[in-house]
């Protein structure tokens, strides 16, 4: 099974988005959102309108902005990065997490496929929290780059 990677958060983390599990380019990289042409980091430097050099840089700018980032699969078997090729997830401890997190008053999914998992591996949904699907940042979804962003801008940086 693959292994994915610890999460990316502090204590005063507000938000927390969710992928499924890391793309192979990303594990061998060791980086979330690794690949490439993945909009992730992209659209995380456009909306806090910084650019960022190192992976280092990159999650220091999600923790600046008090954002958590995880995955819902802690193992997982997938052939490939496509989230339509997972044949089993391992969740990691999200109702933990979400329970030691007590400032997250928002979970957004980075695409239909977390949100999937999480209602199936997970299923805790506490009232003091909003969860939201967003569309995904990876490549293979082909929604344009500034349609995502606008959607993400919409979720993420809404009071």
Request: aromatic share 12%; proline share 4%; glycine share 6%.
């Amino acid at each position: 099974m693959k292994e994915g990677f610890p999460p990316i958060e502090r204590e005063s983390s507000h938000t927390l988005i969710l992928g499924t599990g890391p793309s192979v380019r990303s594990l061998l990289k060791q980086q979330y959102y690794g690949h490439e042409r993945n909009a992730f980091w992209p659209i995380m430097q456009d909306l806090f309108g910084k650019k960022t050099e190192t992976y280092e840089e990159k999650w220091l700018l999600l923790l600046e902005h008090d954002i958590a980032l995880w995955d819902v699969g802690a193992n997982f078997r997938r052939v490939g990065s496509l989230d339509s090729a997972y044949k089993e997830v391992v969740p990691n401890d999200l109702k933990a997490f979400l329970e030691g997190h007590q400032h997250i008053r928002k979970v957004l999914f980075n695409g239909k496929k977390a949100e999937a998992l999480y209602k199936k591996l997970i299923g805790y949904y506490p009232k003091t929290i909003t969860f939201i699907a967003l569309p995904s940042t990876s490549a293979a979804y082909t929604l344009n780059f500034e349609e995502k962003r606008r959607i993400w801008e919409e979720a993420l940086l809404e009071a």
